[in-house]
């Protein structure tokens, strides 16, 4: 009996230890809902698990209800009703290949640029070489990532708490940055964490749509980040990141660092004519787009205190297109304030402000400001209703030009669900 007895509790132990392992999220995983607010890169565990392949099936769907206007000094914009944008929908597939080994593949299924479905991208995440032989470099892999893919590009901290199509639980507004940086192209990148230090090498080819055409107008692009994120004391976060990206040029289409977002912008319509010139789908979003000699730098602070929490951004671009002498610059500065709070901090009211200031040519300079003011509830950990007042004015654009005195403002309201 008491073999009996011994054996039955085995067999419970080995179930509970199954279950906690089946149960438990993929290992260096982003969580996409509630639990990845204010994650950046994916978190790094030495202690991982593998019982097999295991596939993760999430995704996200998303839906806004916007009421805009918008108004220039040629009387050329039409007018907009309040009404529903198209719904966006991703799916995403995660799966650990083995232990320390992920792969990562989202697709579009319904975007404002395409109604057809699209890969955006993916890649192979290693945090472990056991599959060369068990233990192989082990003191070097827990501290080494190393990323392959044609995938975002991790410049800046801006793209982890920017709306991904219909991916948005973790953006606290509607809108993206005023300066968008975000592309996806094909490269690697190789990371370092020790501590609350964190540092990244990487490179890609330059090119958002793939091809050998060996027409040799595009060099590949490098980037690197530097940063220190440590939780001081329980109630204290700090974290401050320094990114570089550099492109030699392409002259084909520009660089994509801001204007590789095919999924659209979330504000739809605005700054557009009846024959669709102006913005389309960039909507109110400043993509500069030098085809030479590009250099980004953004510099970005993050405090958490309690349920206050900053993020900032520090960023400027500078480069010249085909035929160009002279260099031309554009500065961005962006910074939001938000207060988290309920019992898992599942409610917010917060507000961001944007300026870009740049040469149009070498002869204009041009300046945007945009404001939001925002609110959220986290219904569930998975389901977040936002409402956003978005308030952005154009200034110095020359005359003759769609923006020159530009403005558009108004009311979205957006319900968002990821998992």
């Known amino acids: 009996m008491a073999l009996g007895f011994q054996a039955q509790a085995q067999e419970v132990e080995v179930e509970e230890q199954n279950k906690t392992i089946w149960d438990r999220d993929l290992p260096n995983f982003r969580d996409p809902d509630l639990r990845g607010i204010n994650d950046f890169e994916a978190p790094k565990d030495t202690e991982t698990y593998f019982d097999g392949v295991q596939v ?7 839906i806004q209800f916007q009421s805009l206007e918008h108004e220039n000094d040629l009387n050329t914009l039409p007018e907009l009703e309040g009404n529903f944008n198209l719904a966006t929908a991703n799916l995403d597939l995660d799966v650990l290949l083995y232990d320390g080994v992920r792969m990562h593949l989202r697709t579009y299924l319904s975007s404002q640029h395409h109604t057809e479905a699209y890969v955006k991208g993916g890649y192979i995440q290693i945090d472990k070489l056991d599959f060369i032989s068990e ?90 980040k530097l940063g220190y994120d440590n939780q001081i004391t329980e109630d204290f976060r700090f974290r401050l990141t320094g990114s570089l990206f550099h492109s030699g040029h392409n002259y084909a289409r520009g660089n ?17 004519d009846v024959d669709g010139e102006g913005d389309t789908y960039k909507g109110g979003r400043i993509a500069t787009s030098f085809k030479n000699e590009m250099t980004s730098i953004m510099i ?12 900032g951004i520090f960023e400027t671009t500078s480069g010249k297109n085909k035929g160009e002498a002279d260099t031309r610059n554009y500065t961005h500065l962006a910074g939001e304030l938000l207060y988290r709070f309920g019992a898992k901090e599942d409610f917010y009211l917060g507000g961001r402000f944007s300026n870009v200031n740049g040469e ?21 950990k998975n389901i977040l209703a936002k409402l956003e007042y978005v308030n952005q004015e154009y200034s110095d654009y020359p005359v003759g030009d769609i923006h020159a005195g530009g403005q558009f403002n108004g009311i979205t309201l957006e319900a968002a669900i990821s998992f």
């Open 135 to 224: 233990g192989f470099a082990q003191g070097l892999m827990d501290h080494m990532r190393i990323k392959i893919g044609h995938m975002e590009n991790n410049y800046g901290d801006a793209h982890f708490r920017r709306t991904d199509n219909a991916h948005a639980l973790h953006n606290p507004f509607v809108g993206n940055y005023l300066m968008d940086s975000f592309t996806t192209e094909v490269g690697a990148e190789v990371y370092m964490f020790n501590g609350p230090w964190l540092g990244m090498l990487g490179f890609t080819n330059g090119k958002l749509n793939q091809s050998t055409k060996g027409d040799g107008e595009t060099d590949p692009s490098f980037l690197a």
């Open 360 to 380: 149009l040519t070498d002869t204009q300079e041009v300046s945007v400001n945009r404001f939001q003011l925002g609110a959220g509830w986290f219904m569930t």
């Open 256 to 272: 994509y660092l801001y204007s590789g977002d095919r999924a659209g912008t979330r504000y739809y319509n605005v700054m557009t």
């Open 300 to 311: 970005n602070p993050f405090l958490k205190y309690g349920g206050l929490e900053f993020f």
């Open 56 to 62: 993760r099936v999430g995704g996200a769907s998303t």
